[in-house]
């Protein structure tokens, strides 16, 4: 795992925002995998800005979403389709038709699993997937005891999740406690992931991913059997890590690799 602490939000969104655009630079019909919550925002705002500024084209790029409520269309304020419409998609020059979200509504959710699946299959698989993280270590939807090997199916919200989530929903609103999302198999295939957490609410679930053991309660622990898993976070979230200085001095050192290698070119 790469570990690359910052001082705050905005620099691990602009850091995250990087590697999207870097990776789409230099192959136009990259295959993206994105998530929701609140701290891809800022990193979405940052890919819109340079969309805008025709820095980086989105017109080729496919997209993959990490989960959707089960039992929400995609019309619905609170349905990740929408979501990713409102705080990404409406905002730059990606085909609409490219991006991809578990459908909510489906009849029948299973087949819809599979299918899902299917499509990044033939896609040609992930290039780089963002990630966020639940206080309980859960990445997509794949909540504590998720198989490490799982792939895209219908999962059960735990309370602590629906707890963390229902600031998003009305008092009297209906909120799902089932959701689709891409399993852990499904996110450990993608070739590059990169997961993005800020605040001291996160730092047990950082601790436990970086320095815990490999365990299904901890899903996003699996992440430490990913070749090429990059983890950007602030000092806030990496304020329970045990070695954070040498986290900080390897990552110094990537930095003098980079650049030794960009003065080859
Ligand atoms: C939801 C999403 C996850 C996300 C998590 C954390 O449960 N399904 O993909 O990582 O929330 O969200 P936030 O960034 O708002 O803390």
């Known amino acids: 795992m790469q570990i690359v602490i910052l001082k705050d939000a905005a620099q691990v969104a602009e850091y995250g925002a ?5 990776q789409i630079k230099n192959k136009a019909n990259s295959v993206i995998g994105l998530a929701t919550g609140s701290t891809p925002v800022a990193l979405y705002q940052e890919l819109i800005k340079k969309n805008q500024q025709n820095k980086v084209s989105f017109a080729d790029v496919t997209s993959f979403n990490l989960d959707e409520y089960l039992g929400l269309k995609g019309d619905h304020p609170q349905s990740y389709r929408h979501f990713m419409g409102e705080q990404l998609f409406n905002h ?3 085909d609409v038709n490219n991006t991809h979200v578990p459908p909510g509504d489906a009849k029948n959710p299973l087949t819809a699993c599979n299918a899902y699946e299917d499509k990044i299959t033939k896609a040609g698989g992930i290039d780089v997937q963002l990630l966020g993280i639940g206080r309980n270590a859960h990445i997509g939807f794949n909540e504590p005891s998720s198989g490490l090997t799982s792939r895209t199916r219908v999962k059960t919200l735990t309370q602590a999740t629906i707890d963390d989530n229902a600031r998003f929903f009305a008092e ?3 909120q799902p406690h089932l959701s ?3 399993g852990i ?7 590059k992931v990169v997961l993005l957490a800020t605040g001291e609410g996160k730092a047990d679930a950082i601790k436990d991913m970086v320095e815990g ?3 299904a309660i901890c899903p996003a622990s699996a992440l430490q059997l990913h070749r090429d898993a ?3 976070i602030d000092e806030a979230a990496a304020s329970k890590l045990a070695d954070t200085e040498f986290y900080k001095h390897i990552e110094a050192e990537n930095q003098k690799l980079i650049a030794h290698l960009a003065n080859l070119k």
């Open 18 to 22: 990087n590697i999207f655009i870097e």
């Open 92 to 94: 730059i020059d990606i």
């Open 172 to 174: 009297d609103e209906y």
């Open 180 to 182: 689709i999302t891409m």
């Open 185 to 191: 198999g499904t996110i450990l295939d993608s070739k």
């Open 213 to 215: 053991p490999l365990a």
């Open 230 to 232: 990059v983890i950007v």
